[in-house]
């Protein structure tokens, strides 16, 4: 079972370091700048700053939904590869920001096509899931079985006959 989750749950943790680095830096960019709560205006050099962080923090709920639930309904593998890659997106995107506002965009796209993969393959694994709830249909034993049988006629066999 916690074999079936513990490289989403590493993505996960990973994250939230990422997320209290970028925390770390608008604290230290407050400092810099001598920019004190509540106010969060100053000079560009710190509002990027503190956007970047901004952005990847209302990002990271979204982020952590599409990760588990493709990570659990549909592949765990490709789940926290993807998740990993958005991780590093994001550290780019910081990096960017930090540096121009242009420096966000490409970054960002990047980050967003993964999340757009990862809440696709949500999709795609629970209903998966409900399919074979109610219809008893399960889409991806059958791409994996369609799969199987090209890759090798003696392994489909092998799976066939345990079926
Ligand atoms: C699974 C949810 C994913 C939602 C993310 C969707 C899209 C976000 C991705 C890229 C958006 C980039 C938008 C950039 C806009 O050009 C920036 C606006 C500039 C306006 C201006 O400077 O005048
Ligand atoms: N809160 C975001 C929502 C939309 C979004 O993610 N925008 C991207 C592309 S314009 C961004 O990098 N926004 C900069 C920011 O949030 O500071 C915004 O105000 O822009």
């Given at each position: 079972m916690l074999d079936q989750v513990v490289y989403v749950a590493a993505v996960s943790v990973l994250g939230v370091f990422e997320q209290a680095y970028f925390s770390l830096q608008v604290i230290q960019a407050r400092r810099k700048y001598s920019?004190?709560?509540?106010?969060?205006?100053?000079?560009p050099e710190f509002e990027r700053v503190f956007r970047a962080q901004a952005n990847c923090s209302e990002y990271f709920p979204i982020f952590l939904t599409v990760l588990w639930v493709s990570g659990i309904f549909f592949s765990q593998a490709i789940s926290s590869l993807l998740g990993l890659l958005y991780l590093y997106g994001r550290y780019k995107y910081f990096q960017g920001y930090g540096k121009?506002?242009?420096?966000?965009?490409a970054p960002l796209y990047f980050s967003a096509k993964i999340l757009w993969a990862l809440l696709a393959f949500s999709t795609l694994g629970v209903l998966n899931t409900l399919n074979q709830l109610y219809?008893?249909?399960?889409f991806l034993q059958l791409l994996n079985s369609v799969e199987l049988f090209y890759s090798s006629l003696k392994k489909y066999n092998i799976y066939y006959t345990e079926l």
């Open positions: 920019v004190s709560p509540p106010s969060t205006a100053g000079p121009s506002a242009l420096g966000r965009l219809f008893d249909v399960d």
